[in-house]
């Protein structure tokens, strides 16, 4: 079935280094990518997304990167800031149009 | 302002009950979504709505039910309530097209099943 693998599960960087998160999607239809940010207690945010039509996308210190061929895509945060560390998810279009997420990545910064 | 909101946030039903959560918007929404968060599992989707009257399953739909009889809600009801259904409920929405547009998430309810 259709399925959104992220890695790695947890990262740690530290403050002012740079984190990158990895997806890959099964489903070549997939055609649209966000990435939601969830702080502790609170529901998803939409940080960035990306639609198939572009390879990458950049807002501040946030860029996100699309290979359509490999089926994968990343986000990239430079610069970290403590106000980064939270949990991270990927997520895909399914043909139905349904979004399937990613497992979530738990990203710490260590002062 | 807009928002979206779940009640109640925290809830302790026990084993075969019947347990309904809401879910309103006010964003004038057309979709709407309902997700169970699990350590490792990440979001998964239970029950999705694209308007009025319009229902559809999720991956993880078995036991849970929902209904749209207007724009603003989504209730999501536990037929009888198992300990397997204990998680962190959510729900969202979103306007365009299906599940390519920008989805805003409600704070959550977590659901006890003793």
């Known amino acids: 079935g259709e399925n959104v693998e992220q890695h790695p599960s947890t990262l740690s960087v530290q403050e002012g280094d740079s984190a990158v998160i990895k997806c890959t999607y099964s489903?070549?239809?997939?055609?649209?990518f966000p990435w939601y940010k969830q702080e502790l207690g609170k529901g998803p945010q939409l940080i960035i997304d990306?639609?198939?039509?572009?390879g990458e996308k950049k807002d501040q210190r946030i860029a996100v990167t699309l290979n359509k061929t490999a089926k994968h895509f990343s986000l990239h945060i430079t610069e970290t800031q403590p106000e980064d560390s939270a949990v991270y998810f990927c997520?895909?279009?399914?043909?139905?149009?349904?979004?399937?997420f990613g497992s979530g990545t738990r990203l710490s910064i260590r002062p | 302002d807009a928002e979206i909101t779940q009640s109640p946030r925290h809830k302790i039903t026990e084993t075969g009950r019947q347990v309904t959560l809401a879910c309103h918007q006010t964003?004038?929404?057309?979709?709407m979504f309902w997700y169970r968060q699990d350590l490792g599992h990440g979001l998964r989707l239970i029950h999705y709505?694209?308007?009025?009257?319009?229902?559809n399953k999720g991956e993880v739909s078995d036991g849970y039910s929902v209904s749209r009889s207007n724009t603003e809600d989504l209730p999501l009801t536990l037929e009888s309530a198992a300990s397997s259904q204990t998680s962190v409920y959510f729900c969202?929405?979103?306007?365009?097209?299906?599940?390519?547009?920008?989805?805003?998430f409600g704070p959550g309810t977590r659901l006890t099943v003793t």
């Open positions: 969202a929405s979103s306007d365009g097209t299906g599940g390519r547009s920008e989805q805003y």
């Open positions: 489903d070549s239809a997939s055609n649209y």
């Open positions: 990306i639609r198939s039509n572009v």
């Open positions: 997520a895909a279009t399914s043909r139905a149009s349904k979004i399937i």
């Open positions: 964003w004038n929404h057309n979709n």
């Open positions: 709505s694209y308007g009025v009257q319009d229902t």
